[in-house]
């Protein structure tokens, strides 16, 4: 499956959960999320845009791969994700495999999601509301599509954004965001 | 974890049978394994004596990685083993994610596994016996210990290994096994 997402900064989140509840999404639980980003041992993930992170929700955990991103508007991307044993000792052997295989430890990220599902036009969307640790809050609007639908889907994605009155979608990854500043602030 | 193992080709299975009997080992239920291979993207896993692989064991799926082995006479290895989602959706998901990273499908390894667990002195073994595809019939005498206690668990697998009535341990792994014969059969 290819994943359609556009993300965006929040800056009036009481304005978005307003739209949230006019068109009637339903909210999930929030979820304690932490993801551990890897790079690869002999290829330059920020060069060729993929991504390999183990993401521990609560305290079940999964391993995940993201493609490049292919779209301009949209970010588009294979994404492949599994879940593997749940606990604390079960994330630390996976780490220690992918280390053991050369995949090293780039950083973290945490962040509190909310979601919430949507349905419309026989397509389910994932609205997300994140506070990360170290950026604030942004949200994403996100559906599943197969490669034949894929226009039809993305312009769903574009359509669903405006209506929640998001504008102006970033392109660049939590993780990206997070190193970016890590340089601007140099040796802090 | 380390594990420690000794394994051998087995010409006379009933004699086996009967050992394990005396001693008192208890059968569990047959397994139908199959190992899936992969090569790493950037080192030789062959020069560099580690494997990773992925093994189904029925509908259920493992990672595990193996790294050098130490020892001279058993096999002395880390071992590090999860599991993930169960299913042949999961199972060719984490196949893809392998190859999208770079790891490439060396081949495959079949067999009937029959697994018998025997206790003697505060010690867990874990005796299998093994009807490999393209190969015949091995066993495999194993135990897991912590670094300090490494000689005196090999000892006991040694011990153990000569009361079923074992010699002539066996080093190379049925994949290498499996390969050494497509190389003498050339191109059948």
Chains 1, 2 share one sequence.
């Not at 980003?37 to 920020?46: D, E, K, L, Q």
């Not at 060729?48 to 079940?60: F, K, N, Q, V």
């Not at 190193?179 to 802090?188: K, L, P, V, W």
């Amino acid at each position: 499956m290819l994943e359609i997402e556009q993300k965006f900064q929040i800056s009036d989140k009481s304005q978005l959960l307003a739209q949230l509840e006019q068109i009637g999404a339903t909210q999930g639980s929030p979820l304690d999320q932490e993801d551990f980003y890897f790079a690869h041992p002999s290829r330059n993930f920020v060069e060729t845009d993929e991504a390999l992170r183990i993401r521990r929700i609560g305290t079940e955990n999964h391993i995940t791969y993201k493609g490049p991103k292919r779209a301009t508007v949209s970010k588009i991307r294979k994404e492949i994700e599994l879940a593997f044993e749940a606990g604390p000792a079960a994330l630390s052997q996976l780490k220690e495999m992918l280390e053991l295989l050369g995949f090293q430890p780039v950083r973290n990220v945490k962040k509190q999601r909310t979601p919430y599902s949507f349905q419309h036009n026989q397509r389910h969307f994932e609205i997300t509301i994140d506070e990360v640790e170290g950026l604030g809050t942004f949200a994403e609007v996100e559906t599943l599509a197969e490669e034949a639908e894929l226009e039809q889907a993305e312009a769903a994605v574009i359509q669903l954004a405006g209506q929640l009155g998001l504008s102006s979608s970033i392109r660049t990854s939590y993780l990206g965001m997070l190193m970016q500043q890590e340089e601007s602030h140099g040796a802090d």
